[in-house]
Nanobody, 125 residues
């Protein structure tokens, strides 16, 4: 089993920054990628960003390109989501997810194998 724990959420004002962390533990051997998704109240889950575990290649939703940066610290088994220039529409519960096995559909939620509980990000205007 794999456990994922997110942290770093909070209440900020528009234009502020936050850094989310996703710490992975357990049987992470074979992990291929870790993705970030978000869900705003009354809306579907939305892909935010992903990073491959070994090569570090990154992928972003158009809505966050240029504002969010995903990075990793392999020795710590931790992935970060640096969020800058936050907007009220970024308000959501942010969850990380881990995928074992090669794939390319980083934005497809159903292809991820393990999920964290999520952390709330609220951006006030």
């Amino acid at each position: 089993q794999v456990q994922l724990v997110e942290s770093g959420g909070g209440l900020v004002q528009a234009g502020d920054s936050l850094r989310l962390s996703c710490a992975a533990s357990g049987r992470t051997f074979g992990a291929y990628a870790l993705g970030w998704f978000r869900q705003a109240p009354g809306k579907e889950h939305e892909f935010v960003a992903a990073i491959t575990w070994s090569s570090g290649s990154t992928h972003y939703a158009d809505s966050v390109k240029g504002r969010f940066t995903v990075s990793k610290d392999n020795p710590k088994n931790t992935v970060y989501l640096q969020m800058n220039s936050l907007k009220p529409e970024d308000t959501a519960v942010y969850s990380c997810a881990l995928r074992k096995g090669l794939f390319s559909a980083f934005s497809t939620r159903s292809l991820y194998d393990y999920w964290g509980q999520g952390t709330q990000v609220t951006v006030s205007s």
